[in-house]
């Protein structure tokens, strides 16, 4: 049983769900249907596991974007995305051993090949390859992403904002060490790196959460190289309160203050873009729902 079917089996999504269609002048093929109700299966479990242990989280980005305009999904999208509290995210990340297969929570600590600076929750039995990163002996199963909230202080921000933007460029590389495809920019980066991937990754959240120990009136994402700086940063009244959002069918939290983060991060977020800058988020990726990474990767060619 491949992993959509075992979502429709599992009552996740009904099979009419996976069917093709058009949604808001945009097409959405069977693929991307397939994507969708493995990412929403996984985010169904992750909130079980939240739940089950009182951690808070957020719907965030485009995920919470897709909430309050189309009640799901943004048609042209194909990730989810959610953020929680500092204290809850390192939580969170001690719990792998809740995650049972195919689910599997991954950091630099729990595959240790793997270089990312925040967390995913990945269905195993599925596959989401990067192609330069594919030689990795990691987990490429498709995935939901977790960011940490931390308090943000704006003196030096910015000093910092870049250190960690660096140092996810060094992570970067170490994820290229086993490719031997590489072109010469890329041979240049692995030949010159000579550094420890998981005290890198340890050095990113230290400096993110380095003033967690006061309050202060922001919070921020500073794990990801999401540019401007600015971005990345809100207001922390915001986040006080959780208000749960329709997202497929299902109810998820949203921080009660989204009108201000959506519009921070969108502008008018109820105007849809441009025909011609909808399309695959991910557009990186090799994305195949029906196959094991394991299996995908042994067949996989570059085209």
């Known amino acids: 049983m491949t992993e959509p079917e075992r979502s429709v089996a599992k009552g996740i999504v009904p099979s009419s769900f996976l069917q093709e269609e058009t949604i808001c002048d945009f097409f959405v093929d069977s693929t991307r249907k397939k994507i969708w109700?493995?990412?929403?299966?996984?985010?169904?479990?992750?909130?079980?596991?939240?739940?089950?242990?009182?951690?808070?989280?957020?719907?965030?980005?485009?995920?919470?974007?897709?909430?309050?305009?189309?009640?799901?999904?943004?048609?042209?999208?194909?990730?989810?995305?959610?953020?929680m509290p500092r204290d809850d995210f390192n939580k969170l990340n001690t719990l792998q051993d809740e995650f049972k297969h195919p689910f599997f929570l991954q950091t630099p600590l729990t595959d240790k090949e793997f270089a990312g600076s925040h967390t995913c929750i990945r269905n195993t039995n599925t596959s989401a390859i990067s192609p330069i990163i594919r030689f990795q002996k990691m987990n490429h199963g498709l995935f939901i992403d977790v960011f940490a909230l931390d308090h943000f202080v704006p003196e030096g921000a910015e000093e910092r904002f870049a250190e960690i933007n660096q140092l996810n460029i060094e992570n970067g590389t170490f994820m290229r060490l086993t490719n031997?495809?590489?072109n010469e920019k890329n041979?240049?980066?692995?030949?010159?790196?000579?550094?420890?991937?998981?005290?890198?990754?340890?050095?990113?959240?230290?400096?993110?959460?380095?003033f967690n120990n006061q309050e202060?009136?922001?919070?921020?994402?500073?794990?990801?190289?999401?540019?401007?700086?600015e971005q990345n940063v809100w207001d922390a009244k915001d986040f006080d309160e959780s208000v749960d959002v329709e997202f497929e069918g299902?109810?998820?939290?949203?921080?009660?203050?989204?009108?201000?983060?959506?519009?921070?991060?969108?502008?008018?977020?109820?105007?849809?873009?441009?025909?011609?800058k909808r399309g695959a988020q991910h557009s990186q990726y090799v994305l195949d729902p029906?196959?094991?990474?394991?299996?995908?990767?042994?067949?996989?060619?570059?085209?």
């Open 216 to 229: 202060t009136d922001k919070l921020a994402i500073l794990t990801w190289t999401a540019e401007p700086l």
């Open 250 to 276: 299902y109810r998820f939290p949203a921080p009660a203050g989204y009108r201000n983060i959506l519009t921070q991060l969108f502008g008018n977020y109820m105007e849809f873009p441009p025909v011609e």
């Open 37 to 83: 109700a493995i990412e929403l299966d996984i985010l169904i479990e992750f909130d079980r596991i939240c739940k089950k242990h009182g951690l808070k989280y957020f719907l965030m980005c485009g995920t919470l974007l897709g909430a309050i305009r189309h009640k799901g999904f943004i048609p042209w999208d194909d990730d989810i995305d959610v953020a």
């Open 180 to 182: 031997p495809e590489l």
């Open 187 to 210: 041979r240049e980066r692995v030949k010159n790196y000579h550094r420890d991937h998981i005290a890198d990754y340890k050095k990113i959240h230290e400096i993110a959460s380095k």
């Open 290 to 303: 029906d196959t094991p990474y394991a299996e995908f990767l042994r067949t996989f060619k570059m085209g």
